[in-house]
T-cell receptor, first 113, second 116 residues
Framework: DGGITQSPKYLFRKEGQNVTLSCEQN?????MYWYRQDPGQGLRLIYY???????QKGDIAEGYSVSREKKESFPLTVTSAQKNPTAFYLC????????????FGQGTRLTVV | AQSVTQLDSQVPVFEEAPVELRCNYS??????LFWYVQYPNQGLQLLLK??????LVKGINGFEAEFNKSQTSFHLRKPSVHISDTAEYFC??????????????FGGGTRVLVKP
């Protein structure tokens, strides 16, 4: 079945640690996105990539980093510079033409302990 | 830049009653619009989308939405809700300009609680 796989589903991080969230898609989509979801704030864009080896900052990129070495994969690293990392993180992908919908993974819930 | 306002953060509704979720947006360019649904601890699932053409859009699970350009609104409706419609609903807009890619701006979400 085609889709987007995020792992792990739950992740606990100690303060000061970097953690990497995995996102893999087998939909052959060129574009991939990372969103952060906090209660009452909807989804906010962290980073997006429209092609391999290229990515752009979204609205809240500070404290995060990404890579896009393969079309299928778009991992997100939450660094120790992110002051409030506890949130639900959603990865999405789409084809590039405008107006096409994004398909979402099941999310990773990150908690700082 | 775009912004999306979902006017109700929570909407309680009785089973088999109608429901309307309100979404207003602002944008300096033409947009395309979506409604997504999110069940607890899951990702988002597309309900419907508007790109062009008829302003009344029908989606999955009996939902429909109407695009009103003059009022910059895209309200979601369902004539009769079920318990299984309990979820959070998100309105999203994307600018119809190539340079922006498919970046979406989301509203804050409306939590629908269907009561028996």
């Amino acid at each position: 079945d085609g889709g987007i796989t995020q792992s792990p589903k739950y992740l606990f991080r100690k303060e000061g640690q970097n953690v990497t969230l995995s996102c893999e898609q087998n939909l052959n989509h060129d574009a991939m996105y990372w969103y952060r979801q906090d209660p009452g704030q909807g989804l906010r864009l962290i980073y997006y990539s429209q092609i391999v080896n290229d990515f752009q900052k979204g609205d809240i990129a500070e404290g995060y980093s990404v890579s896009r070495e393969k079309k299928e994969s778009f991992p997100l690293t939450v660094t120790s510079a992110q002051k409030n990392p506890t949130a639900f993180y959603l990865c999405a992908s789409s084809i590039v033409p405008l107006g096409t919908e994004a398909f979402f993974g099941q999310g990773t819930r990150l908690t700082v302990v | 830049a775009q912004s999306v306002t979902q006017l109700d953060s929570q909407v309680p509704v009785f089973e088999e009653a109608p429901v309307e979720l309100r979404c207003n947006y602002s944008s300096s360019v033409s947009v395309y619009l979506f409604w997504y649904v999110q069940y607890p601890n899951q990702g988002l699932q597309l309900l419907l989308k508007y790109l062009s053409g008829s302003t009344l859009v029908k989606g999955i699970n009996g939902f429909e939405a109407e695009f009103n350009k003059s009022q910059t609104s895209f309200h979601l409706r369902k004539p009769s809700v079920h318990i299984s419609d309990t979820a959070e609903y998100f309105c999203a807009v994307g600018p119809l300009i190539k340079a922006a890619g498919n970046k979406l701006t989301f509203g804050g979400g409306t939590r629908v609680l269907v009561k028996p």
